[in-house]
């Protein structure tokens, strides 16, 4: 028989062998890796602090256990009645006697009619009503009244309150 030796890994004339390109050049490709997970966490960065950039003007919305509206194309213009009466198109301030001029000029860029108005609680039900009419009067006429989910209902009455006592 041979008189050869066994060698590991699968015999003698076994060698590694080396992928070599062309002409034994470098290779030139490039490591997409690192810049996919970069962007990946880029866009959950972005995905969690897009919803916090939203809020402009702290105020305290009523409550009410209606349900919410459903989710529109063009997103809805947004006007705030802040409880100490400064009236707001978006996150900018607008002074009452420009308050007209300014959402008739809003309502001829945008295509659709619908607005959300944010009232504070402590707002006079009469001066939301006047804010109501001069968003009607600029060419508004869907308005939302955005509150707080998980109100009071009629349903809801205290002990106490039944008729006869």
């Known amino acids: 028989m041979g008189g050869g030796t066994i060698q590991p890994g699968g015999g003698a004339n076994t060698r590694r062998r080396r992928r070599v390109g062309s002409g034994g050049a470098p290779m030139s490709e ?6 996919v997970d970069v962007m990946l966490v880029l866009l959950i960065i972005f995905m969690v602090a897009a ?23 063009e997103e809805p213009l947004a006007v705030t009645v802040a409880a100490d009466g400064r009236i707001l198109i978006g996150s900018t301030e607008v ?8 959402l008739r000029a809003v309502a001829a ?3 659709g009619d619908k607005v959300f ?12 009503m006047v804010v109501m009419g001069a ?4 060419g508004f006429r869907n308005i939302g009244l955005v509150t707080e989910a998980g109100g009071p209902t009629l349903d809801d009455a205290p002990a106490g309150d039944e008729a006869g006592q």
């Open 30 to 35: 490039i490591n997409v890796t690192p810049f």
């Open 51 to 73: 919803p916090l950039l939203t809020a402009g003007v702290p105020i305290e919305l009523p409550e009410t256990a209606a349900a919410p509206l459903p989710q529109e194309q």
């Open 95 to 102: 002074p009452r006697e420009e308050f007209l001029t300014r």
């Open 109 to 111: 860029e945008r295509e």
């Open 117 to 128: 108005l944010r009232a504070d609680g402590a707002v006079p039900y009469s001066e939301v």
């Open 135 to 138: 968003l009607n009067a600029g």
